[in-house]
């Protein structure tokens, strides 16, 4: 009985903090995340991976460092080629950001791929919820960069 | 019955109750509720006014409750009206930021005649100003372009009656004329419903003073001093690249408070991205993204 009046009392604080700051919530919520995936591993095994995707790493490594902590991308809950693309070019035209379009597409080449063996699970997962024309879009990204570094 | 009468003992004699004294521990627990009583009435009895009864406790908090008029409720809703648009930058108590947003309390801009008064939230304020003796060099975006003749006279009147401020109040007519003095060139509403969204999503950039940050047509360059992204506020031409237009939406709803600093010990930069949400339209939103994406750059794809 005390057990449930806890947990009464907890959902009902609780909502009442939702509701007060339901105002400033995107802005804790998407911070909460961000704190969530810096907490991670902050590097990649790329032993196994194309000597092409290694040095794309190094790239990866060095360029997002400027700004944030490489475990953000690292172990964030983006895997489609289609919501790396748009966040590369997002930080890749920040004034100052110093990647130009060649390191870009680097930097996207190597997440793609990462996503595609790493985050195989969560990748087939969004791939799932697309509409037939998205999948195929995506689908056919992820085999380009695969069929431009596997094997070399 | 004589049988029964005779075989009954002698009854004892009455039963007196004992000498003994009322514990001590009762007398100080009916004191102590008797205390509770008298500070529960005097909390919720209201006194016996016939007016007082639950769930109300006082004639002060019935009178709280009343529907206010006049004036009074005209500053309630503009101090409401501050809280959401006014009071990220210049504070609930008006004293705004040090060397980043000037106070409102004791500012002698509060005190200007209305038409002057009404420009700031309307068409913003840039460049070099004085402020309670001291220079500011800053940009205001037309945060009150949004807002109805009404809510932007209780916020005029509020910032102008509150924290020591003793100036007359701004009534919804007094914004009116300023208004249409003010905006001369302004598209009317039938101009708007001829446009297509790229071009009222034009006119809103312009309305609410986007360029003053980020330059004319969003193309940049306007200086941000130590602010992390090259000490500019950036340019827009790319938003397409790097935005869904559900993210930009997003975006531009929530603004951005804390601008990332060159050096982490350097001073605040002076401007940031505001909270346009509960300022602009839905349908502006939309047209305003429209029209930041229509701004890239021909042949500027990247290849991936």
Known sequence: MIHWNKKILFAGLLALTITVRADDAMDAATKARIDAFEKGPATIDVSKYPQGIQDNYAIFSQ?????????????????????????????????????????GKKIYEFLAYDSSVRKKALLDDKLAKLTPEEKAADEAKIKEVHDKYDGK | ?????????????????????????????????????????????????????TPFQSANELAMYQPKSGAAAMLAHGKAVYESVCGTCHGSDGLGKPDQVPPLAGSEWVAKDIPSLVRVPQVGLNGPIKVAGKDWNLAMAPMGAGLSDDDLASVLTYIRQSWGNRNSSVSADDVKAARTSISGNAPSADDLAKMTPVERGHAVFQKYGCFQCHGQDGKGGVPNFNAKTAEQVPSLIYVADGYTKAELVAFISRGERVIPRMNPNGPEPPHFMPKWGPIISTNELSDIADFLFSLKPKGSDVGF
């Open chain 1, 63 to 103: 360029k997002c460092t400027q700004c944030h902590k490489l475990s953000r991308p690292i172990n964030s809950d983006y895997a489609l080629p289609d919501e790396w693309s748009r966040y590369v070019k997002r930080m890749m035209r920040k004034p100052g950001s110093g990647i130009d379009s060649g390191d």
């Open chain 2, 1 to 53: 019955m004589s049988d029964e009468n005779n075989t009954c003992p002698k009854p004892a004699a009455e039963p007196t109750a004992a000498g003994g004294s009322v514990p001590v521990w009762i007398f100080i627990l009916t004191l102590v509720l008797l205390y509770f009583g008298a500070v529960y009435f005097d909390r919720h009895s209201g006194w016996f006014d016939k007016q007082v009864y």
